[in-house]
């Protein structure tokens, strides 16, 4: 009984996450969608197509279900899952997200939360009870959860628009803002001088 609640939770977590980031595009030009929006490069599209990656390897390769998606090994890695090429199309990368969430999926309805795996790119010391399902989907959401704040963060550096879902969203008080920033930025410099 809790293993079935464990599982749909975490599950409904991470299919929350998944629109959440996916909202995140919603509205921006191609541009700022692929753009370099932090000095390490992390960008919107990339986030996406990270994920998708995450997502494909974790609950494909470590459970013996390959991605249909074809994948670099996960030897080769060198950073392109991070990052939208020219000839990738936005359109591209989503559809791979979500043919990545509908074999995810598969794979977390059809294994119980025990369901062994194996992780090759972690240390050979790594203990198994970190190589189950339940693990693995903790992992997940983990990356997802934080790549879907960075998301956030990184819209909200675009235009202002913040928030999990589209239905939460609030009109931008462009002057309410600026006083509580305002506000923030004087407890800053006062916490500075003491």
Known sequence: MIDDFAKDNLHERLRRDRKALLWKLDGLSEYD????????????L????????VEARYFGEVFDRPSPEPLP?????NGSDLWATEDETRDQIIGFYRRTW???????????LDAPG???????????WHMNLFAIMVHVLGESTRHAGHADILRESLDGR?????????QIDEEARAAYCAKIEQAARTARTN
């Open 33 to 44: 969608a692929r753009r370099p929006l932090t000095v390490t490069g992390t960008n919107l």
């Open 46 to 53: 990339g986030l996406v197509k990270h994920l998708a990656t």
């Open 73 to 77: 090994r996960w030897q080769d890695s």
């Open 102 to 112: 509908e074999h995810s999926d598969a794979t977390i309805i059809e294994l119980p």
């Open 118 to 128: 194996h992780v090759p790119w972690w240390p050979e010391s790594t203990p198994a």
């Open 162 to 170: 913040t928030g999990s879902r589209a239905e939460y969203e609030e």
